[in-house]
């Protein structure tokens, strides 16, 4: 069983910085990333890593601004947010596959089958 934790979340002014953690356990995971939920929104993904090869991906929002990255000795999932606004105001969600999925299918919730219970984080000056 795979168990995904997350953390780091919470209160920060615009422009500000944050880095999530997302702890993993049990078995190894192939692609990894990190959803978000805004209040009334549907949920959305925001970064992805495929363990294979590395690849990763990052949805057009928080490009330049966001980088995952992944302690493969630690078993840690980061996500570093920079220069944050109030539209990036919403719940993240650690999310991973076993399956070896196309990477096609990166963004689709389905496909994701490991979920942690999520870290708020709140935007606001």
């Known amino acids: 069983q795979v168990q995904l934790v997350e953390s780091g979340g919470g209160l920060v002014q615009p422009g500000g910085s944050l880095r999530l953690s997302c702890a993993a356990s049990?078995?190894?995971?192939?692609?990894i990333a990190w959803f978000r939920q805004a209040p009334g929104k549907q949920r959305e993904g925001v970064s992805c890593?495929?363990?294979?090869?590395?690849?990763?991906d990052y949805a057009d929002s928080v490009k330049g601004r966001f980088t995952m990255s992944k302690d493969n000795v630690k078993n840690m999932i980061y996500l570093q947010m920079n220069d944050l606004k109030p539209e990036d105001t919403a719940i993240y969600y650690c999310?991973?596959?076993?399956?070896?999925?196309?990477?096609?299918?990166?963004?689709?919730?389905?496909?994701?089958?490991?979920w942690g219970q999520g870290t708020q984080v709140i935007v606001s000056s």
């Open positions: 999310a991973g596959t076993d399956d070896l999925l196309p990477w096609l299918n990166r963004w689709w919730n389905d496909a994701y089958n490991y």
């Open positions: 049990g078995r190894t995971l192939d692609l």
């Open positions: 890593i495929r363990s294979r090869d590395g690849r990763t």
